[in-house]
């Protein structure tokens, strides 16, 4: 078989970080932490390459207005905007990553390549139609989350959590699988797209919607949505910082891009029962999400669970874009996702830039710290309020967006809902800044600061100030992101299937 | 060049100065800090110059600036700033309170006061925003971009209970104002556009329930701001935990925006709407009035009663609204900028003395006078500008208040002016007995508070301070038409659809 240079480029996009997965671990074999700094540097430059390089290729596509694909596999303009945002989101966790694993003593480069095959499979879950691909998609990238989540086997909550997110996502994973076979058998075929034309006649069918449903519910689980979220706290806290952020940003990017892709245009909008009942399954679970989220995360004291259920409420917030469904909401949910990473990583790294390793993740580890870094307590500052939609930050417009469209389709309640749950967000985002700013160090924390020399951790603190500086951008410049990217991602990437 | 500039783009110049020169502080060192504060006071006193020039000159011709700013799912929004009838005094008011606040505190702050002259000025840039925006997004942009510096000032210099006075500030205000998001959205999804009058030709397409919840949804966020009396309990925490910089502006602009933006934006999207709740609106500015003041005569702080009396004096505003009369209003406009003036100089004297005396208990005190008397002269002076004593500022705009609402063509008018005059008095009655306890009465006989620690009178730069307020105080009292002319036409334009040319109408939501 030959494939042409079509083909080719749309599985380019793949091949760099697969490949340079597979490299990696012939760099990374050693037992006991015995590699010398500069293999080590080698692997993370290995990684960092692969990441670049992917990116400035798809960044290239984007650039031509190229769109190839190969089979159910779309390279089109939203899969390469999707794949962009995991691109980044990568990048800046592998720069968090040499920063924390030396923190905490243990840097392995498997770590380094299970990333990005997980980053492979969120580009293939991202730019497929085929249910079948979209199963394999969704494995490649949660099954090597499971290892990460247990990469600092000295941690004990290490294993329990990636033991406990692999039972779930096994499940998940399984009910995503049932719902491909039901579908499959109803319709006879695997291709989102070529479900549509069949979906009229089979709307009313029980077998059809429990495949929707379950194939939905796959989708929930990745983006931590209630009641499917019961993992995220337990998992983000056992995982080291970097991954928990790279978790709560690309994951869940990659099953709303999936979800814009599948589900609008083959399942949802459709005439009769299915839309209705889909559709109130999903304000259900948004409402649900925004409430559970938000209110579970004012009790929380470790700084960890807290953006955990911080990212909870986030995933209701852009649940309601889908609740919308119009195209403009779509693009406030892409628009809503690059700030969310710009601040959800920004929120992640703070706590390594600060030099917090292991379970000291509590308010109380971060007191007074603003004042001893001022620029990263800044930068902080701008995260936090983003992440509470507070404008003029990035986080304002993504919320204005998706509210925008809820109201036009007539959600009022829901958009009223939205709202509140944003203003009990103040109250915890708040907390952190109190705690930077306004409360004095403990003295014991005190006294093990002036024993220890603080860590330097240049990398992670500037990828801290640089989402600070992209949410304030995204703050000022809306009107770019949201018409040169998201819009024409969203518009020339969904036409191919209409 | 760059004065060409600044004659071109004057407004934009305004609002956006203060920020500039507040980021260029926060980038100096810590040690820095008398050099940020001569900065900060410097660059706002420029400010304020050339604000006072150009508007002086400006005659016939307005400022306008208009551009298309950006279109966010298929709605624009304009980059629109204007100055008028209606904002024209309370720009000044703002530019000409920031450097006399930023000297009247200069000592006030210990610790990194470079910090807080930053915050102050972009505080400045937000309250100039939204006061000169006259699209609803910017508006609201502006709006919120307040709340941030205000909570750091209070919540970094704040005192005792700063933490949940700043929260409970932050928490208040963004309740309000998201449920206002939702009707602007609501709104600007109808209309297409953020611009008000657009909004105000659709609103008159929606019914009349509809067009109720979205006024209610605006009032509720520019009560919020007023305080209007349910709603009012945050600003005596925010006022008496705030650094004195902080309550000054507060009382002194950023309660004026909640009126403003009820005269700028509710009452000419929605006549109809207004008309109908101007009923409830009023009952609940005159029980703000009797309340505020009953509450104040109780406070043992001072700062807490001069907080209390706040939400009396802005209940005189709220009423001069409701009674929808163009006398009213404008007298509404002026008790804006009276109240700016006379609670803002209260609050920079309450702080003064508790530079000296580290107490603003009345207890405390005792016998000010005979120690300090500048001090006592211009504190005099205030408060008798607060009382209202005709020839200071406060009498005219309570008397046109009051004239108004009596006079309106509402059923109710009479009696609730007969209520509100009620409030004048009681404002005399908490302001000088409360003067009579601290400054006459005998003194304090503790070595250790209050008044043992008033060694020293007011210096030169405090006086420099107060001279200016003084002469406000009386040229606004002896000649209030330098301060109203130019509103007239706008607030007569305003209160246009609420006039009995169309009687009936009038009659029958009156009763």
């Known amino acids: 078989m030959r494939l042409t240079p079509d083909q080719i480029s749309a599985i380019m996009a793949l091949l760099i970080p697969g490949v340079a997965g597979c490299l990696l671990p012939l760099a990374a074999i050693d037992k006991d932490q015995n590699t010398q700094k500069w293999i080590r540097a080698a692997m993370f430059f290995i990684a960092l390459f692969a990441l670049m390089g992917c990116f400035f290729y798809v960044t290239s596509l984007w650039g031509k207005g190229a769109q190839p694909s190969f089979g159910p596999l779309r390279m089109d303009r939203l899969a390469q905007f999707a794949t962009i945002f995991i691109l980044i989101t990568a990048a800046l966790a592998v720069l968090q990553l040499w920063d924390h694993l030396h923190q905490e003593g243990w840097v392995k480069g498997e770590a380094l390549s299970l990333l990005l095959f997980s980053v492979t499979g969120m580009i293939l879950f991202c730019s497929s139609t085929n249910l079948m691909l979209l199963f394999l998609g969704l494995e490649l990238l949660s099954i090597p989350l499971y290892a990460l989540t247990s990469t600092l086997r000295q941690r004990h909550e290490a294993l329990e959590g990636g033991v406990k997110y692999f039972i779930t996502g096994a499940v998940a994973s399984s009910c995503f699988l049932m719902g491909t076979v039901l579908l499959y058998g109803m319709t006879g075929t695997l291709d989102a797209a070529a479900m549509i034309p069949l979906m009229p006649k089979l709307g009313g069918d029980p077998m059809v919607l429990i495949g929707v449903v379950l194939l939905l519910l796959g989708f929930l689980f990745k983006i931590s949505a209630v009641p499917f979220h019961q993992w995220t706290p337990d998992v983000y806290e056992s995982a080291p910082h970097p991954i928990a952020g790279f978790m709560s940003v690309a994951t869940k990017g990659a099953a709303l891009f999936a979800l814009i892709r599948i589900f609008p245009a083959a399942l949802v909008r459709q005439e009769g029962i299915l839309q209705g009942k889909v559709q109130a399954a999903l304000i259900l679970v948004a409402a649900l999400t925004l409430i559970l989220g938000n209110l579970t995360a004012l009790t929380q004291t470790n700084v960890k669970r807290m953006l955990a259920y911080s990212s909870i409420s986030h995933a209701g917030y852009l649940l309601l874009g889908m609740v919308a469904g119009t195209s403009q909401a779509f693009i406030g949910m892409g628009f809503y996702l690059v700030s969310y990473l710009a601040m959800n990583m920004g929120a992640f790294g703070l706590l390594t830039a600060f030099g917090l390793a292991g379970g000291r993740t509590t308010y109380e580890d971060l007191r007074g710290l603003g004042w001893k870094r001022p620029e990263l307590g800044f930068a902080a500052v701008i995260c936090m309020f983003s992440l509470a939609g507070i404008p003029p930050t990035g986080g304002f417009y993504g919320k204005y967006m998706i509210f925008r469209e809820l109201i036009a389709q007539g959600h009022v309640g829901l958009a009223v809902l939205g709202v509140l749950a944003s203003l009990v967000s103040v109250a915890y985002y708040l907390r952190v800044v109190v705690a930077l700013f306004l409360e004095k160090p403990l003295p014991s924390a005190e006294r093990e600061a002036s024993e220890h020399p603080p860590l330097v951790a240049s990398l992670a603190s500037g990828t801290v100030l640089v989402c600070g500086v992209l949410v304030m951008l995204i703050g000022i410049f809306p009107g770019f992101l949201s018409s040169v990217f998201a819009q024409r991602a969203v518009q020339e990437g969904l036409n191919l299937l209409r | ?511």
């Open chain 2, 1 to 511: 060049m760059i004065s060409t500039w600044i004659n071109t783009h004057l407004l934009t110049f305004l609002v956006f100065a203060p920020l500039v020169l507040g980021l260029i502080l926060l980038c100096l060192p810590q040690k820095q800090a008398p050099m940020a504060k001569l900065l900060g006071f410097l660059g706002s006193l420029g400010v304020f110059v050339i604000s006072l020039v150009h508007f002086l000159r400006m005659g016939g011709h307005s400022y306008v600036e208009n551009l298309p700013w950006m279109t966010l799912v298929n709605i624009p929004v304009d980059y629109h700033l204007a100055l008028d009838g209606l904002n024209f005094w309370l720009v000044l008011l703002t530019t000409f309170l920031t450097p006399l606040t930023l000297l009247g505190t200069w000592a006030s702050l210990k610790e990194r006061s470079g910090l807080a002259t930053a915050l102050f000025l972009m505080l400045e840039t937000g309250m100039l925003g939204a006061l000169l925006a006259q699209d609803l997004f910017l508006f609201y942009l502006f709006w919120e971009a307040m709340l941030l510096p205000m909570y750091f000032l209070i919540a970094l210099w704040g005192g005792e209970e700063r933490r949940y006075a700043s929260l409970k500030f932050m928490l208040y205000t963004l309740a309000g104002s998201l449920l206002w998001l939702v009707a602007l959205l609501y709104l600007a999804g109808k209309s297409g556009s953020f611009a008000p009058a657009l909004m105000a030709q659709t609103a008159l397409t929606l019914s009349t329930g509809i067009q109720g919840i979205l006024f209610l949804a605006f009032a509720l966020a520019f009560a919020i701001k007023v305080p209007l009396f349910p709603f009012h309990t945050w600003l005596p925490d925010a006022h008496t935990e705030a650094p004195t910089m902080g309550s000054v502006i507060l009382a002194g602009v950023l309660l004026k925006l909640g009126t403003y933006g009820f005269l700028r934006f509710a009452l000419p999207i929605f006549p109809g709407a207004t008309l109908h709740y101007a009923k409830p609106m009023a009952i609940l500015a005159v029980i703000a009035i009797i309340y505020g003041a009953l509450v104040a005569m109780a406070q043992k702080d001072i700062k807490k009663l001069v907080a209390y009396s706040s939400v009396s004096h802005m209940g005189f505003v709220m009423l001069g609204m409701a009674s929808l009369t163009i006398i009213g209003t404008q007298g509404a406009m002026l008790q804006m900028l009276n109240h700016g003036v006379s609670t803002g100089a209260l609050f920079l004297l309450v702080g003064m003395l508790y530079d000296r005396a580290h107490t603003r208990m009345i207890s405390d005190f005792g016998g000010i006078a005979t120690r300090m008397p500048v001090f006592t002269f211009f504190f005099m002076v205030v408060t008798l500008s607060s009382i209202g004593l005709p020839l200071t500022n406060g009498f005219v705009g309570e008397f046109w208040i009051l004239n108004g609402t009596y006079t309106s063509a509402f059923g109710w008018g009479r009696a609730l002016a007969c209520i509100a005059a009620l409030g004048v008095l009681l404002g005399a009655v908490y302001m000088l007995w409360m003067v009579k306890r601290a400054f006459w009465g005998a003194a304090n006989t503790d070595e250790h508070s209050g008044t043992a620690h008033l060694t020293q009178d007011l210096n030169g730069r405090e006086i420099a301070v107060m001279v200016p307020i003084v002469v406000l105080i009386f040229w606004m009292g002896l000649h209030p038409q330098t301060f109203t002319a130019i509103s007239e036409r706008p607030v007569a334009e305003l209160m246009a659809p609420f006039q009995p040319d169309a009687p009936a109408k009038m009659a029958e939501v009156a009763r």
